[in-house]
């Protein structure tokens, strides 16, 4: 593929990548909202926001297969439009059940389109040979922070409806500009129509599947306190620091402004620390960071606190992904990020769950355990080296 071919398919994956966190993000800060549209309590919610993590787990599992009968350009334009239908739907909802059957459809498309485009994201590292996957990754932090301070600005004046009904129709015309500019782009790893003749790829031996899930657990163990903000923190805010609607909104778009900057310094990070440094010095600072935002009683050393996690919970993910990929190509890529999703989406739930038990601030410290934890395997694996 000529150059300009493949600044064109960087600039259209960006693009959908800013997307998604964009949407995502418009999503999680009416989820207070929307709870008490619903009348749901906190475990209630918790199931009910499983209905993302059901839905992202089933699509996971096969999207892998429909990008390579039908392309991960077209599948991820497809579920792109999925995403921004789903996310209308929520405020049509008036029972924590009907919450749950809607969040189906929003999961199911949002865990299709991070497979599809993480995938057209690997082949595009591989061809230009530059370490750009934080570049990516910056892109949907981006956009989750316009989608929450967007929101933050509306959430005093209009109610969800109009919100998510505008950020659909919003979501629609920029997949309707990017869509065409990826499609005229021809995948870097064809369809399986097209690929006769193609070798069938190497089995791995069971060490090397043994790393590929440890390195996956990285990301789960990140990501999982990227979920957790995303769908709890703004609710911790408002109820338990006494925030207004619009400065709890604030709160996860700190969060998501300091991911965006410390994911855009990745690669230079990299460079100088490389990748044991990087998940050290990140996992210990994203687990400072947020016992401080769960545990202070005062909201500006909260949003302090959500900040410094989000900065330090960076790069975490996209090192582990890249370790993976290392080690076994594009199929240890697909295992390490469906467990990181995984972990995204199952978190927020579990959350949920703990709350009910003890208290809101006590199951956000889960997220700093789980960040020690992704150090310790980060130090653990130290001197693993690609085969």
Same mark, same amino acid.
């Given at each position: 593929?000529?150059?300009?071919?493949?600044?064109?398919?960087?600039l259209?994956?960006?693009?959908?990548?800013?997307l998604d966190?964009?949407?995502?993000?418009?999503?999680?800060?009416?989820?207070p909202? /929307?709870k008490?549209?619903?009348?749901?309590?906190?475990?209630?919610?918790?199931?009910?926001?499983?209905?993302?993590?059901?839905?992202?787990?089933?699509?996971?599992?096969?999207?892998?297969?429909?990008?390579?009968?039908y392309?991960?350009?077209?599948?991820?334009?497809?579920?792109?439009?999925?995403l921004?239908?789903?996310?209308?739907?929520?405020?049509?909802?008036?029972?924590?059940a009907a919450?749950g059957?809607?969040?189906l459809?929003?999961g199911?498309?949002?865990?299709?389109?991070?497979?599809?485009?993480?995938?057209?994201?690997?082949d595009?590292?591989?061809?230009l040979?530059?370490?750009?996957?934080?570049?990516f990754?910056?892109a949907?932090?981006?956009g989750g922070?316009?989608?929450?301070?967007?929101?933050?600005?509306v959430?005093?004046?209009?109610?969800?409806t109009?919100?998510?009904?505008?950020?659909?129709?919003?979501?629609?015309?920029?997949t309707? #500009?990017?869509?065409?500019?990826?499609?005229?782009?021809?995948?870097?790893?064809?369809a399986?129509?097209?690929?006769?003749?193609r070798?069938?790829?190497?089995?791995l031996?069971?060490?090397?599947r043994?790393?590929?899930?440890v390195?996956?657990? /990285?990301?789960?163990c990140?990501a999982?306190?990227?979920?957790?903000?995303?769908?709890?923190g703004?609710?911790?805010?408002?109820e338990?620091?006494?925030?207004?609607?619009?400065?709890a909104?604030?709160?996860?778009?700190?969060?998501?402004l300091?991911m965006?900057?410390?994911?855009?310094?990745?690669?230079?990070?990299?460079?100088?620390?490389?990748?044991?440094?990087?998940?050290?010095?990140?996992?210990?600072?994203?687990?400072?960071?947020?016992?401080?935002?769960?545990?202070?009683p005062s909201?500006p050393?909260?949003l302090?606190?959500?900040?410094v996690?989000g900065?330090g919970?960076?790069?975490?993910?996209?090192?582990a992904?890249e370790?993976?990929?290392?080690?076994?190509g594009?199929?240890?890529?697909?295992?390490?990020?469906?467990l990181?999703?995984g972990?995204?989406l199952?978190?927020?739930p579990?959350?949920g769950?703990m709350?009910?038990?003890f208290?809101?601030?006590?199951?956000?410290?889960?997220?700093?355990v789980?960040a020690?934890?992704?150090? #310790?395997?980060?130090?653990a694996?130290r001197?693993?080296?690609?085969?």
């Amino acid at each position: 593929m000529p150059g300009t071919d493949l600044v064109r398919l960087r600039l259209a994956l960006t693009a959908f990548f800013a997307l998604d966190g964009f949407v995502f993000a418009g999503w999680v800060v009416r989820i207070p909202a /929307i709870k008490e549209q619903t009348g749901a309590s906190a475990s209630e919610l918790g199931l009910a926001l499983l209905g993302v993590s059901a839905g992202a787990v089933v699509t996971m599992t096969l999207t892998g297969r429909l990008c390579r009968r039908y392309g991960s350009h077209l599948v991820t334009v497809v579920c792109a439009v999925l995403l921004c239908v789903g996310v209308a739907l929520p405020p049509l909802t008036h029972s924590a059940a009907a919450l749950g059957t809607v969040l189906l459809l929003f999961g199911a498309a949002y865990g299709g389109i991070n497979v599809a485009f993480n995938s057209a994201a690997v082949d595009l590292v591989a061809a230009l040979r530059r370490p750009i996957m934080p570049s990516f990754h910056a892109a949907f932090s981006l956009g989750g922070m316009i989608g929450a301070g967007l929101g933050a600005m509306v959430a005093g004046s209009l109610s969800p409806t109009p919100h998510l009904w505008g950020l659909a129709a919003l979501g629609l015309v920029m997949t309707a #500009v990017a869509g065409r500019a990826l499609m005229r782009c021809e995948p870097l790893t064809p369809a399986e129509d097209n690929r006769a003749g193609r070798t069938a790829p190497r089995r791995l031996d069971r060490r090397t599947r043994a790393l590929v899930i440890v390195f996956g657990l /990285i990301a789960l163990c990140t990501a999982y306190g990227e979920g957790a903000l995303a769908d709890w923190g703004a609710l911790h805010l408002e109820e338990d620091l006494d925030a207004s609607p619009g400065a709890a909104a604030i709160g996860y778009s700190l969060f998501a402004l300091a991911m965006t900057i410390g994911r855009l310094t990745g690669t230079t990070l990299l460079e100088r620390l490389g990748r044991t440094r990087t998940i050290l010095v990140g996992g210990s600072t994203a687990a400072a960071g947020m016992l401080l935002g769960a545990l202070s009683p005062s909201l500006p050393a909260a949003l302090f606190g959500y900040a410094v996690t989000g900065l330090g919970l960076a790069n975490l993910f996209p090192v582990a992904i890249e370790r993976a990929g290392a080690l076994a190509g594009p199929n240890g890529v697909a295992t390490a990020s469906t467990l990181g999703y995984g972990g995204m989406l199952l978190g927020p739930p579990a959350i949920g769950f703990m709350a009910d038990w003890f208290s809101l601030p006590a199951a956000l410290t889960s997220v700093a355990v789980l960040a020690a934890v992704a150090t #310790v395997i980060g130090f653990a694996t130290r001197h693993v080296k690609a085969a």
